[in-house]
């Protein structure tokens, strides 16, 4: 009894969030038909994420991608009575018919980290991997907003870059560093400490994805929670330690796939809705800028129909935050320099 209301009440959830977001932005207008694809869909995030995009009103076509594996989750996921039509592809023969046509291309591919392992341990492998998969979009959708997962996020966004380049595709609006777990760890952190709804908090996560690349801005959370500086310092940390947090309570059993598809699948819904000019969607994101020295950099961007329609500064910060954001930016720079000579070795 108790599980059938359960299912119910999450049944109609779901319903009213797909009616809301359908509704959000439209008038009397028809939802435009948009294709999402996975590229990594049968993965520990690829799954989750496959999923939550199915749940999601605006898609119209999700398309599956993997070496192996996919039929089988495209199968299970298509069975949900929701909008999108769902098609699995496995292999590399079939990773053209998985992009023609996308508007939007997430990238979960890559291994996850293990205990002990450092961001950069993965470099290698999922550099790789990255590198032909940005130049398969580059090939079949090369107009298509490029949502990236993979990490290291600081290497492989120039990774891409580079590859788009050579391809003569590259367009700065339409790649994004998928940052959106930081912003919403920080969330959640600060709602905690701040006691306060987590709904209603917002805070601007700026620099890099990766330990202390990752910088909260604290003093422009909303609602103000006036906390002390020396939890402001801890809830930093614990945002930049997030990801090891996960690694280390899974005992080396996986890391954070649950809480990436849902920041992943939040970040591409805020890129349908801009492509579909609903206006004044603003997201965290790894994208090129011109905010600091660096080539690279996440803060605010304003989402709409060409992809980025404007980098926002950083806004004014805290002294410990100017210290945080001169303290990250040596790593940071190594790691974009180190996608950007993979790209072209």
């Known amino acids: 009894m108790m599980k059938s209301s359960m299912l119910r009440s999450l049944h109609s959830a779901v319903s009213r969030r797909s009616s809301h977001l359908a509704r959000r932005g439209y ?64 292999g590399e023969d079939q990773l053209g018919k998985a992009l023609e046509g996308a508007d939007v291309v997430i990238i979960p591919a890559g291994v996850p ?16 991997i990255v590198k032909s998969l940005a130049a398969a979009i580059a090939k079949y959708a090369p107009h298509a907003l490029v949502n990236m997962i993979s990490n290291p996020v600081n290497s492989t966004v120039p990774i891409a870059a580079e590859v788009f380049k050579k391809a003569g595709t590259y367009d700065e609006k339409r790649l994004f560093g998928v940052t959106t777990l930081d912003v919403v760890r920080a969330k959640t952190f600060y709602a905690g400490k701040a006691k306060v709804p987590v709904a209603e908090v917002n805070v601007p996560v700026v620099g890099g994805h990766a330990g202390i690349t990752i910088l909260p801005l604290f003093s422009q959370a909303t609602p103000q929670g006036n906390l002390d500086d020396d939890v402001i310092q801890a809830l930093t940390k614990r945002t930049q330690d997030g990801g090891t947090e996960v690694v280390e309570a899974k005992a080396g059993k996986g890391s954070a796939t649950l809480s990436m598809a849902y920041a992943g699948a939040f970040f591409a819904d805020a890129c349908l809705k ?39 500064g950083l806004g004014a ?16 720079k190594s790691s974009i320099e180190k996608g950007i000579k993979f790209a072209n070795q």
Not at 43 to 53: C, H, K, N
Not at 114 to 128: E, Q, S, V, Y
């Open 27 to 90: 008038a009397t207008e028809p939802v435009p038909e948009r294709k999402v694809a996975i590229l990594g869909a049968a993965g520990g995030i690829g799954q989750p994420l496959s999923l939550l995009m199915k749940l999601n009103p605006l898609v119209s076509s999700l398309s599956l991608y993997d070496i192996g594996g996919t039929p089988g989750v495209a199968a299970d996921v298509s069975h949900i009575n929701t909008r999108s039509e769902v098609v699995g592809y496995q």
């Open 113 to 128: 980290r293990k205990p002990g392992m450092t961001r950069d341990d993965l470099f290698n492998i999922n550099a790789g």
């Open 274 to 312: 801009g492509l579909n000019g609903v206006p004044d969607v603003v997201e965290c994101s790894f994208v090129q800028s011109t905010v600091t020295e660096l080539p690279f950099f996440a803060s605010k961007v304003r989402l709409g129909k060409n992809g980025v329609e404007e980098v926002f």
């Open 317 to 332: 910060l805290s002294d410990y935050e100017k210290q945080g954001l001169e303290n990250l930016k040596a790593e940071l």
